[in-house]
């Protein structure tokens, strides 16, 4: 009888732990989806070939907490000092050094700051994208702002990537408080449902803002890389789209790269309920090769190129409690381990991307590609230095003619 009894505690306890996931991390809406890609997860296997493309999308925001002037300002001098010290040596499978986006919020635009990180973009260390808090906007208001700060980015301080063809700028893109095509159930911190249309026709190349649990504005759309486009009059509209490289984009649909979300029954709370992985990178949650091994089984891919690996990670990166594992021993241990495996697993090689060259080599591999990883980097979009190079080594060229 005791015997039944602790077994009838045990069943009951992990119904409730169940029951505090379902409703912690909005488990409805995506567990369905996740059962449903169970055949698709998996490991690489012993031999396959892996080329892991690995992006860290940061939410970079040097007034979080709305601090004085000087927290601000020491934050980012904090990111100029440490980040070429710490990082400048480790090189990917491509010879390149650790690469960081930051997705800056346009609401709180300081020159000195975007001048700063174009600095360090300068020095190859990452590339500067689009972040916005907003609520109770307007379809015009949105248009305008994001119009503003894309060409601030471009003509003012030199960012953005650029349409190898048209020579537009063209823009990556995080929505604050997780709230993309005005997702969130209470209605705040977006206000517009056609938000995808205005992304696309002002000049954005894909959004990066998802996984977002334990937000309920995660969708049901998990671990793919995918087109979707507004639906008149609905919010959401990015619940569900078109994979990547399945069929042809529409010409009003916009790019989506989603991190990986996976249970994590390796680690659980309570020693019952499976924690979440949810690509994020902050203080308590270090990048690790365990965490790795998660990350590709999720299999973020193109089916094109079964031998890419997307992994797009998030993270705020000013915020004072995560410094200590981006700027800091956690990081540096990990890029140790990925170098090691490389040499250790002639199979396994690691590049080092920005959101721009993981859009870049999205597209290539829709396109069939079949050269490197390297070779894909600048598919469509140039980045504005590089470009400026190419257009200065052109004008070369044409006077020594």
Not at 98 to 111: N, V
Not at 187 to 204: F, H, P, S
Not at 372 to 377: I, L
Not at 384 to 392: I, R, S
Request: proline content about 6%; overall charge neutral.
């Amino acid at each position: 009888m005791m015997e039944f009894l602790g077994v009838g505690a045990g069943v009951g306890a992990a119904l409730g732990g169940m029951l505090w996931l379902t409703r912690r991390h909005h488990l409805c809406r995506w567990l369905i989806p996740y059962l449903m890609q169970s055949r698709k997860r998996r490991r690489p296997s012993p031999g396959e070939e892996v080329h892991l493309l690995l992006c860290i999308a940061d939410h970079y925001e040097p007034k979080l907490g709305k601090v004085p002037p000087e927290m601000a300002n020491r934050r980012v001098e904090r990111w100029l000092r440490d980040y070429p010290r710490l990082f400048g040596e480790f090189r990917d499978s491509d010879g390149r050094p650790p690469r960081h986006s930051f997705f800056f919020p346009l609401e709180e635009y300081e020159a000195e700051h975007l001048d700063a990180l174009a600095e360090l973009c300068r020095q190859g260390f990452g590339e500067v994208e689009v972040h916005l808090h907003h609520d109770s906007d307007t379809e015009e208001g949105l248009r305008r702002k994001l119009l503003w700060f894309k060409n601030t980015l471009a003509e003012r301080h030199g960012l953005l990537g650029r349409d190898r063809k048209t020579n537009e700028p063209a823009y990556g893109f995080i929505h604050g408080n997780w709230a993309l095509c005005n997702s969130r159930p209470d209605g705040r911190w977006c206000g517009v449902n056609n938000e995808l249309e205005i992304l696309r026709e002002t000049g954005c190349y894909a959004d990066f803002t998802l996984p977002s649990v334990p937000s309920p504005t995660q969708t049901r759309k998990i671990n793919s890389i995918y087109y979707a486009q507004d639906i008149p009059g609905r919010p959401r509209s990015h619940d569900a789209g078109i994979d990547v490289g399945i069929a042809p984009a529409s010409s009003r649909s916009l790019m989506l790269i989603q991190g990986p979300l996976l249970l994590n029954w390796g680690s659980r709370k309570w020693g019952v309920v499976p924690r979440i992985e949810n690509s994020c990178i902050q203080g308590n949650q270090a990048p690790s090769m365990k965490r790795l091994k998660m990350w590709l089984k999720a299999r973020v891919q193109v089916p094109n190129r079964p031998d890419w690996y997307f992994v797009k990670l998030h993270t705020h990166g000013a915020n004072d409690a995560n410094m200590p594992v981006l700027l800091g021993e956690p990081m540096v241990r990990f890029h140790e381990s990925l170098a090691r495996l490389a040499e250790e697993d002639p199979n396994f090689h690691f590049h080092y991307v920005t959101a721009r060259e993981m859009y870049n080599l999205a597209l290539a591999a829709e396109a069939d590609w079949e050269g490197s990883v390297e070779a894909a980097r600048d598919f469509r979009l140039i980045w504005d230095g590089v470009l400026q190079k190419a257009q200065q080594t052109s004008a070369v060229q044409v006077v020594g003619a």
